[in-house]
């Protein structure tokens, strides 16, 4: 990806030298691109230049293995993804059998079978679920750095008795399940991964589930880079 002024015979260059495709945003936004738009970073996984990605398959690889057995998928799960992202959890989720609603604020370049993705801000998307009577067993959200206030108090609409949340910030998730404790879900178990080594970058996987008393975090668990 190039941030800035890019000429198209540069661009040309770039990608005849061996590049995929390079990917020109200017002022905050993407507004052009030459060669490839995405790559597949793994199976059933496209990524663009200007798309946020794991650092490493072996720290992707053991994210998604917590994440997956928190939601514990199964056949006839019914699972609300929000902040979804190109699909890298939706397609362990779906494979393993469970129903998916994922939802982001663009679609993903690949078509996972079993999930249906709805478009758009995520308090917009559980609003509209909500109004439909839809209802949930899981709810797996993995906002950005900033959280996910604003979802927060409308997820009781649907009736899900396990929340997992993925978060890179320890403070906005804190401050997220202080909401979702308010609201009848009580933290259950938080999963600390060191997915990026020799940085102060964490991710971590909560689990809250209605009643009940709070359980500890476990210690962070390393993992390689690739």
């Known amino acids: 990806m190039v941030d800035g002024?890019?000429?198209?015979?540069?661009?040309?260059?770039l990608?005849?030298?061996?590049?995929?495709?390079?990917v020109v945003r200017q002022d905050g936004r993407t507004c052009g691109h030459v060669g490839a738009a995405t790559i597949e970073l793994e199976p059933r996984l496209a990524g663009a230049a200007d798309a946020f990605a794991q650092a490493s398959r072996d720290g992707?690889?053991?994210?998604v293995a917590e994440v997956v057995a928190a939601v514990a998928p199964a056949p006839g799960l019914?699972?609300?993804e929000l902040f979804a992202g190109g699909g890298n959890f939706t397609r362990h989720l779906t494979a393993a059998g469970a129903t998916v609603v994922a939802n982001d604020v663009v679609a993903p370049a690949v078509t996972l079978p079993g999930a249906r993705f709805e478009v758009g801000p995520?308090?917009?998307t559980v609003a509209r679920l909500a109004a439909t009577g839809a209802r949930f067993d899981v709810v797996l959200l993995d906002p950005p750095r900033t959280g996910a206030r604003e979802v927060v108090a409308a997820l009781a609409a649907l009736g899900a008795p396990r929340i997992v949340y993925v978060s890179c910030d320890a403070a906005t998730l804190g401050r997220d399940l202080e909401l979702l404790a308010a609201a009848g879900w009580a933290p259950r178990r938080a999963?600390?991964?060191?997915?990026?080594?020799?940085?102060?970058?964490?991710e971590i996987v909560a689990v809250a589930e209605r009643?009940?008393?709070?359980?500890?975090a476990t210690p962070p668990a390393p993992a390689a880079r690739s």
């Open 60 to 63: 992707n690889r053991a994210l």
């Open 5 to 13: 002024g890019l000429s198209r015979a540069a661009a040309e260059r």
């Open 122 to 124: 995520a308090a917009e």
């Open 191 to 202: 999963a600390v991964l060191d997915v990026m080594p020799q940085t102060p970058h964490l």
């Open 15 to 22: 990608v005849a030298a061996g590049a995929a495709g390079v």
């Open 211 to 216: 009643g009940g008393a709070a359980a500890p």
């Open 78 to 80: 019914r699972v609300l």
